[in-house]
């Protein structure tokens, strides 16, 4: 396959200074899958985008390439979503999710409404910004701080869980002015087990992967420490947050609680357009046997590392290896693109 990369550097994308870890982690990502898509014996070019050049690059990705990876990063919604769109008026083949489905999951809030629509269960949600900040917060605490738009954990660390009033008073203050006044989510804290949910293909050939989770020793075994997946455990690797939160296989569900939530991850996959890779976060209540839908990422990042990584974790108890999964990313890309009920689909909707 000839296979064309978009990427952006950490200025392009908008990213602060303390959040510029998160972009350079996905150009590294960026290098590595090139590599690997080479050695596998496909043609790869990489693409850097900026919105000054969007046009004139994609005219040359549509001339080289078969399939696209777009793993163009910001802040907000301006970069990523006007490439995505781009791919789209062009008819590139790509793979990821659509425009609608990219808006869908770049804001927490629509995904949440989502879920609520079609009986996905989520914990209780409130939004604020600088209109209703007095109002009152009727789910009672702990509850988790978040920026609304942002992803890669970029506004969660261990001071993002309020136990009280004020300190989610200050969360919610600390964020609209860090993020500009973008709105924030404020979720009911669930006391439970970190699953991650991979779904690879669309349609007929859609497959979930088994499921892994994030565990939690070691550092957040403290009484003080929470045991959520925060900036530092995504991307500080020398640091017990990230050291004390390795990845590893689901083997406490029963089949029934597994087939439940693959098929509630592919529901909501296929409704919000997530073709091809995503990846759903998931807090499973063990008291209640309850898997409360946390997120949605369309386009996750797509490491290689077996002992941080539960999309890894989870192709590897497929007996896929990296060049594996880069290749039934694309050939979805590929397949979707040129499928029939794709098409009649999108003049649907």
Known sequence: ?????????????????????????????????????????????????????????????????????????????????????????????FAGATAYGHKLTSDKTLVKKEFVKYGIPTPGWKVYNRDNINQKWEYGFPAIVKASTEHGSMSIHQDAVAKNKKELDLRINYLLEKYQNLPVLVEEYIYGREINSTVIGSYSWVKSLPLSEVVFEGFYKNKDKWPIYTYEAKYDHGRPEFRDAPARLVDWLTEKEIREINGMTEKICRVTECFDYARIDIRYDINKRVPYFIDLNSYPCLLDDPIADTITVSRLAMGWNYLKILEEIAISGIKRFNNISYKKYKKIK
Do not use: C, W
């Open 1 to 93: 396959m000839k296979i064309g990369i978009l990427y952006n550097s950490p200025s392009e994308g908008g990213f602060l200074k303390e959040d510029v870890k998160y972009a350079q982690d996905a150009i590294m990502t960026v290098k590595r899958i090139q590599k690997t898509l080479i050695k596998g014996g496909h043609e790869v070019k990489l693409f850097k985008i900026t919105m000054n050049n969007l046009g004139k690059e994609l005219r040359e990705v549509k001339a080289f390439a078969d399939v696209v990876f777009n793993l163009t990063e910001g802040v907000g919604l301006t970069l990523v979503l006007e490439v995505i769109k781009k791919l789209e008026d062009l008819k590139i083949p």
